[in-house]
């Protein structure tokens, strides 16, 4: 079971990206996936998941709501995290995870990060 995350880069403020998670050793659509990030010197920050349940529910952190999306792609086994509109704020190394249950653990208004199975982070720098 592993997960690779891919996508990152430079890019100005105001700019875009799309990080991908891929899965290899399970199907990632019968999961809830989640985007996580961290910056230097700061904690872990869960910005993003998807459930596998009913419609797909999503879930966005207030500090991404509006300019970030998160799909999936089940034909190529990936979840993306479309980023736009990009702030300085954003950088980050940023990693998909999942603990391979169906709905994505929201607990007291905030994404919670007790996964087992991360990817191993990719970088993205905002910055002019």
């Known amino acids: 079971v592993q997960l690779q995350a891919s996508g990152g880069g430079l890019v100005r403020p105001g700019g875009s990206l799309r990080l991908s998670c891929a899965a290899s050793?399970?199907?990632?659509?019968?999961?809830?996936v989640g985007w996580f990030r961290q910056a230097p010197g700061k904690g872990r920050e869960g910005i993003s998941c998807v459930s596998s349940f009913g419609g797909g529910e999503t879930y966005y952190a207030d500090s991404v709501t509006g300019r970030f999306t998160i799909s999936r792609d089940n034909a190529k086994n990936t979840v993306y995290l479309q980023m736009t509109n990009l702030k300085t704020d954003d950088t980050a190394v940023y990693f998909c995870?999942?603990?391979?249950?169906?709905?994505?653990?929201?607990?007291?208004?905030?994404?919670?990060?007790?996964?087992?199975?991360w990817g191993q982070g990719t970088q993205v720098t905002v910055s002019s």
């Open positions: 995870a999942t603990d391979r249950a169906t709905l994505c653990a929201v607990v007291g208004g905030s994404l919670s990060d007790g996964m087992r199975y």
């Open positions: 050793g399970f199907r990632l659509d019968h999961y809830a």
